[in-house]
Nanobody
Framework: QVQLVESGGGLVQAGGSLRVSCTAS????????MAWFRQALGSNREFVAG????????SYANSVKGRFTISRDNTKNTMYLQMNSLKPTDTAVYLC??????????????????WGQGTQVTVSS
């Protein structure tokens, strides 16, 4: 089992930047491919970005490509999401998720077994 805790959310103006983090404890962090999802109020949860166990393979939703960067530091058991050029439509709870079964990151939430509680990101116009 792995436990996930997100941090770093907050309020930022449109065009600004924010970095959120996901720290893992429990089982070995690099046993998992990881991903960020987000869920806006009244909307379904959606994939944002994913990263392989080693960090060598990443994938992004089209809506964030070129603006967001996912990374991980396996020595610190931590994954990051650097978010630049933020838009009000990026406002959501951001959740990290861990998948023990696949080497490459999936974009389907049903593939992820472990989830954090989420951190709120609010982008004002």
């Amino acid at each position: 089992q792995v436990q996930l805790v997100e941090s770093g959310g907050g309020l930022v103006q449109a065009g600004g930047s924010l970095r959120v983090s996901c720290t893992a404890s429990g089982r070995t962090f690099n046993d998992y491919s990881m991903a960020w999802f987000r869920q806006a109020l009244g909307s379904n949860r959606e994939f944002v970005a994913g990263i392989s166990r080693s960090g060598g393979i990443t994938s992004y939703a089209n809506s964030v490509k070129g603006r967001f960067t996912i990374s991980r530091d396996n020595t610190k058991n931590t994954m990051y999401l650097q978010m630049n050029s933020l838009k009000p439509t990026d406002t959501a709870v951001y959740l990290c998720a861990a998948d023990p079964d696949r080497m490459r990151p999936s974009n389907r939430d049903e593939d992820f077994e472990h989830w954090g509680q989420g951190t709120q990101v609010t982008v004002s116009s």
